[in-house]
């Protein structure tokens, strides 16, 4: 099919791994012209998807959330059986510190108990034997934690590179540089405006992260999101360690910022032994994504070697290299993800799906099946409640 058919079943703004795997997915449905419109290029690491790797975890606190990891596993399986190549490595997660602290990635103690309802094994770990086991050094008196040894890392590029395979093999139509500036929904569809031209398709997908609120700001709606450019600090780790898992540190925040961090071992698809570690603050929030500059926060990037330096023995925590990821979270911690149709902002918007916002990679081949549901069913039977888009009590912000 060429590009000069202006009219799609399904047009799906954004070509990251939400957009290229809701279109893998609408598109191996068969009979569906598929549309991606990606502002940069494919596989551009100028948004969300930066770097190399990320959290692959089963465990929630919130039970609807890690059904849905649980849901997504299999898929995982299939994405790599499709492709031949692994993509999620099970390193194992670790998760320690202040065990009541309540953070964006959840709770320590409340996801123990999740664990044992869902029967999903762990091993709790005391601080001695943290430290012993992993080699971290001078940990406070009461950190404690888990072990989930099917957790892990995802391998980022590998994944995004067999969905862009993958969605142009089940004939999804893949276009680089074109920019969506305005997407018009009405009863019988929606028309989508680029520089170029106008398309007209019977659903869309608003799958384009960070940007997402310039679409939806002409509808006169905003998501209520923090943007946050966060430090990517990759090390050097010193010869002949053992193997370690993904671990991330839950600590009481400080006056200055979460006070959280994790860590990635080497990663196991790579023949170098450096590592990445990362912390997740949620301070010096951007006004809009064009404004992140691809370089951390000396500040930050000071923090995290900080904590190296006090705990990790057996790295160099002399960064080797600096790099930034945009993350955009929903002021709600509860809420996690925006995910759903967007009937209750705007008319016509029934026929607009959105998917932003959240830790979102561990569930790439769950959210394109969601939304290639949502989009093509006009319903899924994943539950997504949560999510859901709803106008709040303040005008035009979507809490
Ligand atoms: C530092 C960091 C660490 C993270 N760690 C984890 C983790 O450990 N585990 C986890 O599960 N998740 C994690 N995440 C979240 C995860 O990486 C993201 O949820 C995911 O990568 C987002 O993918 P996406 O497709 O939604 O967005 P993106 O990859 O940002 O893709 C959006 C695309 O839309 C395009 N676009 C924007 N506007 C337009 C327009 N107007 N027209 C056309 N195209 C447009 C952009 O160019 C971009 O390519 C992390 C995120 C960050 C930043």
Request: glycine residues 12%; hydrophobic residues 40%; proline residues 6%.
């Amino acid at each position: 099919m060429s590009d000069s058919t202006r009219h799609y079943d399904l047009i799906v703004i954004g070509g990251g791994p939400i957009g290229l795997s809701t279109a893998w997915q609408a598109a191996r449905r068969g009979n569906r012209k598929v549309l991606v419109l990606e502002r940069y290029g494919f596989m551009n690491e100028r948004g969300g998807t930066s770097g190399a790797e990320r959290h692959w975890r089963l465990q929630y606190t919130q039970r609807d959330i890690f059904a849905l990891t649980l849901e997504a596993l299999p898929m995982w399986r299939e994405l790599e059986s499709l492709t031949g190549r692994k993509l999620l490595h099970a390193v194992g997660s670790l998760w320690f510190g202040d065990t009541e602290v309540k953070t964006n990635e959840g709770q320590i103690s409340g996801t123990a108990r999740a664990m044992d309802e869902m029967g999903v094994p762990y091993e709790w770990l005391t601080r001695p034997e943290i430290e012993q086991r992993y080699g971290f050094a001078n940990l406070p008196g009461h950190y404690e934690g888990f072990l989930q040894r099917d957790g892990g890392t995802i391998d980022v590029r590998g994944t995004v590179s067999a969905l862009f395979q993958l969605s142009q093999q089940q004939g999804a139509v893949l276009r680089a540089g074109v920019q969506v500036t305005a997407v018009r929904p009405d009863s019988d569809g929606v028309t989508v405006e680029t520089a170029e031209r106008t398309y007209r398709a019977d659903k869309v997908v608003l799958a384009n992260g960070a940007h997402a609120n310039d679409i939806l700001g002409a509808w006169g709606v905003e998501l209520a999101v923090g943007l946050y450019e966060l430090p990517l600090v990759t090390v050097h780790q010193r010869k002949g360690e053992p193997e370690r898992p993904f671990w991330f540190a839950f600590q009481q925040p400080t006056d200055e910022d979460t006070n959280l961090f994790y860590g990635f071992p080497p990663n196991p698809w790579s023949t170098s032994d450096d590592l990445r570690l990362g912390p997740v603050f949620e301070v010096d929030g951007l006004e809009h994504a064009d404004a992140s500059k691809g370089l951390p926060a000396p500040r930050q990037v000071e923090r995290v070697v900080d904590w190296a330096t006090a705990h990790m023995p057996w790295v160099d925590p002399r960064p080797a290299e600096l790099a930034t990821g945009l993350a955009m979270l929903p002021k709600d911690p509860g809420r996690q993800f925006f995910l759903g149709n967007a009937g209750a902002l705007v008319d016509g918007g029934e026929n607009v799906v959105v998917s932003v916002a959240g830790w979102g990679f561990k569930f790439i081949p769950l959210w394109g099946r969601i939304c290639a549901d949502l989009a093509l069913d006009g319903t899924t039977t994943y539950d997504i409640g949560r999510h859901a888009l709803v106008p709040s009590a303040t005008p035009g912000i979507v809490e």
